[in-house]
């Protein structure tokens, strides 16, 4: 190279993979490389890679009511504090573990609430009572004690910040809350490294060598994360010849990440050293 270069990568390069988080840009002819570097320009991409899935072996919890313990298995996707919730309430729906207060809603005895205040979750269970006004169409025991959330799957547990346990130890005749007992890591994936096979940067960062960039997620899930470094960070060119430069995407664990949207459009900047 006798000048600076711009190498587009977009989603239409995706190589097959199963996590998505592949991409080639292949030559037309082999590319020689000799005291070049290369440096991440900007990067478009959509946040959506998923915080609960198989993978990460974070997807089960359990619960029990009235005696019967229920056990849980999400399926794979993105879920706040309050979807998981949600989704633990929708099986108490469809076991019919509810009652209906006076406006005919469903009334459970069992939620969890983000709690920003706290930085935390908060945990609710209530006495297994009929609601003031309501009804017990699904005839279910109200035995006046409350369920209890069993978290026996530590890597759950860190989603909502509650070590393995039964919350409470045993069913309560009162309403049992409780702040969660470390912090709630809602989300597995805290960085996000960018990698390119024409690099080895095994001195300074022997875990991820082939890092050239990093960056933790500061939008929302779904929305577009942009990257565009007011300085740029050049990694020395592997010297050698190349038919393809490829770029990967993993987590601070060097886990693939499975990414869900490929529209992306990412610019590698390649330029001689400079003497």
Do not use: H
């Not at 080639?24 to 290369?38: A, H, K, W």
């Not at 209906?100 to 609430?113: E, G, M, R, T, V």
């Not at 026996?152 to 346990?165: D, E």
């Amino acid at each position: 190279i006798k000048m600076a270069s711009i190498l587009q990568i977009t989603g239409n390069n995706l190589v097959s993979s199963a996590s998505n988080n592949k991409y080639r840009v292949n030559f037309p002819f082999p590319f020689t490389s000799y005291n070049n570097e290369v440096a991440l320009q900007s990067l478009f991409i959509y946040y959506s890679w998923r915080n609960i899935t198989s993978t990460y072996g974070n997807n089960t919890v359990s619960y029990i009511f009235n005696g019967t313990t229920r056990n849980l298995t999400l399926p794979d996707g993105f879920y706040s504090i309050n979807d998981i919730s949600a989704y633990i309430q929708l099986q108490m729906y469809n076991n019919g573990e509810f009652c209906l207060d006076q406006n005919n809603n469903p009334y459970y005895y069992l939620s969890i609430q983000s709690n920003t205040t706290y930085y935390a979750a908060t945990l609710t269970c209530r006495p297994i009572t009929l609601p003031s006004g309501g009804s017990n169409p699904n005839g279910i025991t109200l035995s006046g004690t409350s369920p209890q959330l069993v978290v026996n799957n530590s890597a759950f547990g860190t989603l909502i910040g509650f070590t393995n346990a039964s919350y409470p130890t045993s069913p309560s005749a009162t309403v049992y809350q409780i702040n969660s007992n470390q912090t709630a890591q809602i989300s597995p994936t805290t960085s996000i490294n960018i990698n390119t096979n024409c690099v080895n940067n095994s001195k300074i960062n022997y875990i991820n060598p082939q890092t050239v960039y990093s960056f933790s997620p500061v939008v929302g899930y779904s929305s577009q994360i942009i990257i565009q470094p007011s300085e740029l960070l050049f990694y020395k060119v592997l010297d050698q010849t190349y038919s393809s430069i490829e770029i990967s995407f993993t987590d601070q664990q060097s886990r693939d990440l499975a990414i869900l949207d490929t529209n992306l459009v990412l610019n590698l900047i390649l330029r001689p050293i400079k003497a």
